[in-house]
C-alpha cells in the first residue's frame, strides 16, 4: 500500500524556470515530511524537510508547501539549473527518528 | 568524516545462489536501516534496528532474507536462495535519531546493486 503518493512521475524544466513536485498522503499521523535527491549511481541526501505546524519553509532555491487539510505537500524548485537533474523523492514519517515512507520518485531535467 | 560505507557496489549472481551486503554506518548513529529500491521506485523499508535490536522487520522476507547487526555497529544483510525478482540496489542508512537536538536526518551509502541472472 503506497502511503505516500507522488506526481508527476517525471518533469522537464528549462533553466531558469520553476519545477514544481506534489506528494499526498493518507495518514494524518505522519508528522515529519522530507525531501531526498538522489543521482543515478548514488544513494538519496536530504534536500528539505518540514513539520506540519509550518506551512511553508524556504531553503534558498527550494521551498516546501504544505497544506495539512488537504494532506498534501509540494517542492518547488525556483531558478531550476541542470545541477538540479536529479530524481526527487517525498517521505513521510510517524517521527524524524522513524524509517521513512517514500514516494516512488520525479525524475526531473533541466534543460540548458 | 565518512559516511555510510556499503559494499559490495555492484553483485551479479545465478538464481538460487546466496548473497551477502554488508554495511557500516556512520559512527555514533544507533539507528541502521535496510532500504530496497527497485529501479524507478522509491526506496521500501526492509529493516530497522536501534543498536542491535530490530525494531520492525515487518516488511523482510523472512523465508529468504536475514539480516545482523552484531554490537550494534556493521550489519549485513542475506538472501538465501536469491530469486530474479531480487534484482535491486538494496540501501542501508543510519541516523543519529532525535536526542540530544539531532534531526533525526537518515544518511544513505551509495547502495549494492544486484542482479540475479
Known amino acids: 500500500q503506497q502511503q505516500v503518493k507522488q506526481s508527476p512521475q517525471s518533469l522537464i524544466v528549462q533553466k531558469g524556470g520553476i519545477s514544481i513536485i506534489n506528494c499526498a498522503y493518507e495518514n494524518t499521523a505522519f508528522d515529519y515530511f522530507p525531501w531526498y535527491q538522489q543521482f543515478p549511481g548514488k544513494g538519496p541526501a536530504l534536500l528539505i524537510a518540514?513539520?506540519?505546524?509550518?506551512s511553508e519553509k524556504k531553503e534558498g532555491r527550494f521551498t516546501i508547501s504544505f497544506n495539512k487539510s488537504a494532506k498534501q505537500f509540494s517542492l518547488h524548485i525556483m531558478d531550476s539549473q541542470p545541477g538540479d537533474s536529479a530524481t526527487y523523492f517525498c517521505a513521510a514519517s510517524l517521527n524524524s527518528g522513524y524509517a521513512l515512507n517514500f514516494g516512488k520518485g520525479t525524475s526531473l531535467l533541466v534543460t540548458p | 568524516e565518512a559516511g555510510v560505507v556499503q559494499s559490495p557496489r555492484y553483485k551479479i549472481i545465478e538464481k538460487k545462489q546466496p548473497v551477502a551486503f554488508w554495511c557500516n554506518p556512520i559512527s555514533g548513529h544507533n539507528t541502521l536501516y535496510w532500504y530496497l529500491q527497485n529501479l524507478g521506485q522509491g526506496p521500501e523499508l526492509l529493516i530497522r534496528y536501534e543498536n542491535e535490536e530490530a525494531v520492525d522487520d515487518s516488511q523482510l522476507p523472512k523465508d529468504r532474507f536475514s539480516a545482523e547487526r552484531l554490537k550494534g555497529v556493521d550489519s549485513t544483510l542475506k538472501i538465501q536462495p536469491a530469486e530474479l525478482g531480487d534484482s535491486a540496489v538494496y540501501l542501508c542508512?543510519?541516523?543519529?535519531?532525535?536526542?540530544?537536538?539531532?534531526?533525526?536526518?537518515?544518511?544513505f551509502g551509495e547502495g549494492s546493486r544486484l542482479t540475479v541472472l
Open positions: 518540514i513539520r506540519p505546524d509550518v
Open positions: 542508512a543510519s541516523s543519529a535519531g532525535v536526542a540530544g537536538g539531532n534531526t533525526g536526518e537518515l544518511f
